[in-house]
T-cell receptor, first 115, second 112 residues
Framework: AQSVTQLGSHVSVSEGALVLLRCNYS??????LFWYVQYPNQGLQLLLK????ATLVKGINGFEAEFKKSETSFHLTKPSAHMSDAAEYFC?????????????WGAGTKLIIKP | DSGVTQTPKHLITATGQRVTLRCSPR?????VYWYQQSLDQGLQFLIQ???????AKGNILERFSAQQFPDLHSELNLSSLELGDSALYFC???????????FGPGTRLTVL
């Protein structure tokens, strides 16, 4: 069965510092991988996704993630944090079960930006 | 704006009551998913409908039920409400043969 593990329920970085949010997955088939962001009092919004092809995926707001099959990881990074990046981030892997796509979700990581 | 709409935005009710949450998916999307998000449980998948039929069930309580109508909008019915049902309820939709989900803004349910 597929599963997703996000390391750290809270991550705190200083404004201007590197952001690194970790996601590891388990999947018996080539995965489709997603990062979603949830700003306070809003719904989830797709940041980026990996389906096939280039393993480095660029998303919105300067975020990118790299699919590493050997490490079963899909970590999210941003070179320089901005106060507006404060949000909760969810990693998800797509599972095809019973002729149907579902997303298996990580528990989420709250990103805190220190001034 | 994802194109998914949810009503109402906020709902305050009492224990034991019954409420209905409504979701309209993006134009053309056939799948609708319902999620519950609470502080202690995180994001929990409840149920999925595809073109009017139930396709997958997650951690949905027996007190909760859902349906998807011919115009593809969906309703989530929560009955015999308990304090612990207070949460954000999200609806998401996705196109056929696509695994990306588009989320609505959510309904915040408060049970007093």
């Amino acid at each position: 069965a597929q599963s997703v593990t996000q390391l750290g329920s809270h991550v705190s970085v200083s404004e201007g510092a590197l952001v690194l949010l970790r996601c590891n997955y388990s999947s018996s088939v080539p995965p489709y991988l997603f990062w979603y962001v949830q700003y306070p009092n809003q719904g989830l919004q797709l940041l980026l996704k990996y389906t096939t092809g280039a393993t480095l995926v660029k998303g919105i707001n300067g975020f990118e993630a790299e699919f590493k099959k050997s490490e079963t990881s899909f970590h999210l990074t941003k070179p320089s944090a901005h106060m507006s990046d404060a949000a909760e981030y969810f990693c998800a892997v797509s599972a095809f079960m019973d002729s149907n796509y579902q997303l298996i979700w990580g528990a989420g990581t709250k990103l805190i930006i220190k001034p | 704006d994802s194109g998914v709409t949810q009503t109402p935005k906020h709902l305050i009710t009492a224990t034991g009551q019954r409420v209905t949450l409504r979701c309209s998916p993006r134009s053309g999307d056939l799948s609708v998913y319902w999620y519950q998000q609470s502080l202690d449980q995180g994001l929990q998948f409840l149920i999925q409908y595809y073109n009017g039929e139930e396709r997958a069930k997650g951690n949905i309580l027996e007190r909760f039920s859902a349906q998807q109508f011919p115009d593809l909008h969906s309703e989530l019915n929560l009955s015999s409400l308990e304090l612990g049902d207070s949460a954000l309820y999200f609806c998401a939709s996705s196109p056929k043969f696509n695994n990306e989900q588009f989320f609505g803004p959510g309904t915040r349910l408060t049970v007093l």
